[in-house]
T-cell receptor, first 110, second 115 residues
Framework: GQQLNQSPQSMFIQEGEDVSMNCTSS?????WLWYKQDPGEGPVLLIA?????ELTSNGRLTAQFGITRKDSFLNISASIPSDVGIYFC??????????FGTGTSLTVIP | EAQVTQNPRYLITVTGKKLTVTCSQN?????MSWYRQDPGLGLRQIYY???????DKGDVPEGYKVSRKEKRNFPLILESPSPNQTSLYFC??????????????FGPGTRLTVT
């Protein structure tokens, strides 16, 4: 299957710092999605991107759909303790089959 | 409350003993899907269903079966579980599989251990 690689694998940051993570694929996608998973729970959709080059925000989160359609980026500004969790990217072309990244684990130190 | 429910939440079983993990959603969603989550591999799609009686394979379907007889239910069946199916399983649903209705709502997960 298609492999989506996320980096970094884990991050330890101070509260208030900005965070950047990215996701790359060997194949192109026409939709990119970013999810957050809190400990012991299922993933929750944060942002959906539908067009190459698109930049979309959701509060302190901003995500971009890469021009090549093979990558996507997620930024979190002014991190807070509740940002702790695992962030996953996902790509789809059909809306039926979804390919998830390996995840970025975020720890925010108060 | 709109939700996806899974049962059981935890299950320890032995190799070869058939089991079923149930998934139910109360949002009248057309699309449902099963994923497994393993450390370092993220989530991988097992099967999905676009509507009643319509199912298709995801990325890792081997060793699993599904059925979609009713819109709200999408059980995952392991006919002969093996230790490599030890994993955390998630069911998800979304309004549809087309257009921009991609917001999948995930269940709380089922942790399965096969010894």
């Amino acid at each position: 299957g298609q492999q989506l690689n996320q980096s970094p694998q884990s991050m330890f940051i101070q509260e208030g710092e900005d965070v950047s993570m990215n996701c790359t694929s060997s194949s192109i996608f026409n939709t990119w999605l970013w999810y957050k998973q809190d400990p012991g729970e299922g993933p929750v959709l944060l942002i959906a991107l539908y067009k190459a080059g698109e930049l979309t925000s959701n509060g302190r989160l901003t995500a971009q759909f890469g021009i090549t359609r093979k990558d996507s980026f997620l930024n979190i500004s002014a991190s807070i303790p509740s940002d702790v969790g695992i962030y996953f990217c996902a790509g789809t072309n059909t809306g039926n089959q979804f390919y998830f990244g390996t995840g970025t684990s975020l720890t925010v130190i108060p | 409350e709109a939700q996806v429910t899974q049962n059981p939440r935890y299950l320890i079983t032995v190799t070869g003993k058939k089991l079923t993990v149930t998934c139910s959603q109360n949002m009248n969603h057309e699309y449902m899907s099963w994923y497994r989550q393993d450390p370092g591999l993220g989530l991988r799609q097992i099967y999905y269903s676009m509507n009643v009686e319509v199912t298709d394979k995801g990325d890792v379907p081997e060793g699993y079966k599904v059925s979609r007889k009713e819109k709200r239910n999408f059980p995952l069946i392991l006919e002969s579980p093996s230790p490599n199916q030890t994993s955390l399983y998630f069911c998800a649903s979304s309004l549809s599989s087309g257009g921009t209705a991609y917001e999948q709502y995930f269940g709380p997960g089922t942790r399965l251990t096969v010894t």
